[in-house]
Nanobody, 115 residues
Framework: QVQLVESGGGLVQPGGSLILSCAAS????????MGWYRQAPGKQRELVAA???????NYADSVKGRFTISRDNAKNMVYLQMNSLKPEDTAVYYC?????????WGQGTRVTVSS
């Protein structure tokens, strides 16, 4: 059974920073790439950042240079460091990994960037 639990969201002013965490249970973590997605109101869910088991990363163009994804394989944790936050980063952020037959998602953590 795979479970993903996000934390760290909240309200932050433009230009501020937040760190999101995702705790993963199950053996899938050590074999899988992990990703952070987000879904803003009225918009489709989109990939924000992803990281392979070897630490290779990729980012959406809209967050390059501002967000950093990382993972701690010993702790089964994935992180998303978000700097220079903008109002358009406001969304629910989801942790994700792809299983053999289906994707797995956490419950999401809400990030609101507003003054």
């Amino acid at each position: 059974q795979v479970q993903l639990v996000e934390s760290g969201g909240g309200l932050v002013q433009p230009g501020g920073s937040l760190i999101l965490s995702c705790a993963a249970s199950g053996s899938i973590f050590s074999r899988n790439a992990m990703g952070w997605y987000r879904q803003a109101p009225g918009k489709q869910r989109e990939l924000v950042a992803a990281i392979t088991i070897n630490g290779n990363t990729n980012y959406a163009d809209s967050v390059k240079g501002r967000f950093t994804i990382s993972r701690d394989n010993a702790k089964n944790m994935v992180y998303l460091q978000m700097n220079s936050l903008k109002p358009e980063d406001t969304a629910v952020y989801y942790c994700n990994t792809q299983g053999v037959f289906r994707p797995y998602w956490g419950q999401g953590t809400r990030v609101t960037v507003s003054s």
